[in-house]
Nanobody, 130 residues
Framework: EVQLVESGGGLVQPGGSLRLSCAASGFAFSSYYISWIRQAPGKGLEWVSMLTTGGASVDYADFVKGRFTISRDNAKNIVYLQMNSLKPEDTAVYYC???????????????????????WGQGTQVTVSS
């Protein structure tokens, strides 16, 4: 059974940090593009960050560059999103998603469609508030 399970969300004050985890099972994890996507209340899906297959390279949306860091542990089949200097506008449900092909339909500058990824996690809530 394929599973992507996010964890690590919670309530944090502005300027604080959280580390999200995405544990994968049931598919060839290292051969997939893994992305973090978020959805704020009342808004659509928004691409945040991506790791290419095997972790060869990473990319970030401009609004998180310098604050968020994506990484993966292929031995444990886990992808992390370290989030620092959090802002209230980072409040959202954060999802990890995986696909064997480059997710052109959910990438910088484009609308994000669920169909861009073969697998999605259930999401984890991040709330940034004082």
């Amino acid at each position: 059974e394929v599973q992507l399970v996010e964890s690590g969300g919670g309530l944090v004050q502005p300027g604080g940090s959280l580390r999200l985890s995405c544990a994968a099972s049931g598919f060839a994890f290292s051969s997939y593009y893994i992305s973090w996507i978020r959805q704020a209340p009342g808004k659509g899906l928004e691409w945040v960050s991506m790791l290419t297959t095997g972790g060869a390279s990473v990319d970030y949306a401009d609004f998180v560059k310098g604050r968020f860091t994506i990484s993966r542990d292929n031995a444990k089949n886990i992808v992390y999103l370290q989030m620092n200097s959090l802002k209230p506008e980072d409040t959202a449900v954060y999802y990890c998603a995986a696909d064997p092909s480059f997710p052109w339909n959910c990438y910088r500058g484009s609308l994000c469609y669920k169909e861009a990824f073969r697998y999605w996690g259930q999401g984890t809530q991040v709330t940034v508030s004082s």
